[in-house]
Protein backbone atom coordinates (compact mmCIF):
# COMPACT_ATOMS: atom_id res chain seq x y z
CA UNK A 1 0.00 0.00 0.00
CA UNK A 2 1.73 3.62 -1.22
CA UNK A 3 1.14 5.86 1.45
CA UNK A 4 2.50 8.82 3.39
CA UNK A 5 1.85 8.95 7.32
CA UNK A 6 2.72 12.23 9.43
CA UNK A 7 3.31 12.58 13.11
CA UNK A 8 4.56 15.25 15.40
CA UNK A 9 1.86 17.43 15.47
CA UNK A 10 0.66 18.14 19.04
CA UNK A 11 -0.76 21.64 21.43
CA UNK A 12 2.42 24.24 21.43
CA UNK A 13 2.22 27.46 23.10
CA UNK A 14 3.64 30.46 21.24
CA UNK A 15 6.94 30.97 20.70
CA UNK A 16 7.29 27.00 20.94
CA UNK A 17 8.67 24.44 18.42
CA UNK A 18 7.46 21.11 17.01
CA UNK A 19 9.16 18.89 14.84
CA UNK A 20 6.75 17.24 11.97
CA UNK A 21 7.59 14.13 10.24
CA UNK A 22 6.53 12.51 7.14
CA UNK A 23 7.25 8.72 6.70
CA UNK A 24 6.70 6.80 3.47
CA UNK A 25 5.56 3.26 2.67
CA UNK A 26 5.27 1.11 -0.50
CA UNK A 27 7.36 3.55 -2.46
CA UNK A 28 10.77 5.11 -2.31
CA UNK A 29 10.64 9.12 -1.63
CA UNK A 30 13.85 9.51 -3.08
CA UNK A 31 12.44 9.83 -6.70
CA UNK A 32 9.97 12.76 -5.14
CA UNK A 33 9.90 16.34 -3.68
CA UNK A 34 8.11 16.70 -0.41
CA UNK A 35 5.68 19.25 -0.22
CA UNK A 36 4.17 20.31 3.23
CA UNK A 37 0.60 22.16 3.25
CA UNK A 38 -1.69 23.03 5.91
CA UNK A 39 -5.12 24.09 5.89
CA UNK A 40 -6.67 26.63 8.99
CA UNK A 41 -9.66 26.28 9.66
CA UNK A 42 -11.98 27.77 7.05
CA UNK A 43 -9.42 28.35 5.05
CA UNK A 44 -7.81 26.47 1.92
CA UNK A 45 -4.78 24.40 2.30
CA UNK A 46 -1.65 26.08 0.93
CA UNK A 47 1.60 24.88 0.36
CA UNK A 48 4.11 26.59 3.22
CA UNK A 49 7.53 24.47 1.94
CA UNK A 50 8.86 22.18 -0.94
CA UNK A 51 12.01 20.27 -0.67
CA UNK A 52 13.53 18.47 -4.01
CA UNK A 53 14.21 14.91 -4.29
CA UNK A 54 18.28 15.21 -3.62
CA UNK A 55 17.72 17.86 -0.83
CA UNK A 56 19.66 20.38 -2.27
CA UNK A 57 17.01 22.92 -2.79
CA UNK A 58 14.41 23.92 -0.71
CA UNK A 59 11.63 26.61 -0.63
CA UNK A 60 9.54 28.31 1.99
CA UNK A 61 6.30 30.71 2.08
CA UNK A 62 6.73 34.10 3.34
CA UNK A 63 4.54 33.47 5.94
CA UNK A 64 7.09 30.54 7.80
CA UNK A 65 10.25 31.60 6.18
CA UNK A 66 12.98 31.91 8.70
CA UNK A 67 11.44 30.27 11.33
CA UNK A 68 10.41 26.66 9.76
CA UNK A 69 12.77 24.20 8.24
CA UNK A 70 12.55 21.70 5.41
CA UNK A 71 14.81 18.50 5.52
CA UNK A 72 15.07 14.65 4.33
CA UNK A 73 16.63 11.67 4.92
CA UNK A 74 16.14 9.51 1.62
CA UNK A 75 17.75 6.38 4.19
CA UNK A 76 14.72 6.60 6.01
CA UNK A 77 11.98 7.48 3.19
CA UNK A 78 11.19 10.21 5.37
CA UNK A 79 10.93 14.21 5.10
CA UNK A 80 10.99 16.31 8.33
CA UNK A 81 9.47 20.00 9.17
CA UNK A 82 11.17 21.65 11.89
CA UNK A 83 8.77 24.42 12.97
CA UNK A 84 10.15 26.94 15.53
CA UNK A 85 8.77 30.55 16.62
CA UNK A 86 5.24 29.11 16.21
CA UNK A 87 2.23 31.18 16.27
CA UNK A 88 -0.93 30.90 16.59
CA UNK A 89 -1.97 31.77 12.82
CA UNK A 90 -0.08 28.80 12.26
CA UNK A 91 -2.27 26.22 13.73
CA UNK A 92 -4.26 24.04 11.19
CA UNK A 93 -3.70 20.45 9.87
CA UNK A 94 -0.37 20.27 8.14
CA UNK A 95 0.18 17.60 5.29
CA UNK A 96 3.14 16.45 3.48
CA UNK A 97 2.81 15.13 -0.06
CA UNK A 98 5.26 13.96 -2.52
CA UNK A 99 5.62 14.56 -6.17
CA UNK A 100 7.12 16.30 -9.14
CA UNK A 101 6.97 19.73 -9.16
CA UNK A 102 6.74 20.82 -12.68
CA UNK A 103 8.10 24.39 -12.50
CA UNK A 104 9.51 26.28 -10.09
CA UNK A 105 5.95 28.28 -9.68
CA UNK A 106 4.29 25.10 -9.07
CA UNK A 107 6.05 23.27 -5.90
CA UNK A 108 2.88 24.98 -4.20
CA UNK A 109 0.49 23.47 -6.48
CA UNK A 110 -1.88 20.73 -5.01
CA UNK A 111 -1.97 19.58 -8.30
CA UNK A 112 1.87 19.07 -8.68
CA UNK A 113 1.83 15.54 -5.92
CA UNK A 114 0.57 12.62 -6.30
CA UNK A 115 0.68 11.47 -2.66
CA UNK A 116 -0.30 12.71 0.09
CA UNK A 117 -0.66 11.76 4.05
CA UNK A 118 -3.70 12.24 5.90
CA UNK A 119 -2.70 15.10 7.98
CA UNK A 120 -1.43 16.07 11.50
CA UNK A 121 -3.26 18.42 13.61
CA UNK A 122 -0.88 21.71 15.19
CA UNK A 123 -2.72 23.87 17.60
CA UNK A 124 -0.05 26.99 19.08
CA UNK A 125 -2.48 28.27 21.74
CA UNK A 126 -1.29 29.50 25.26
Known amino acids: QLQLVESGGGLVQPGGSLRLSCAAS????????IGWFRQAPGKEREGISC????????IYADSVKGRFIISRENAKNTGYLQMNSLKPEDTGVYFC???????????????????WGQGTQVIVSS
Open 97 to 115: AAGRPAYAASWSWRSSYFY
Open 26 to 33: GFTLDYYA
Open 51 to 58: INSSGDSK
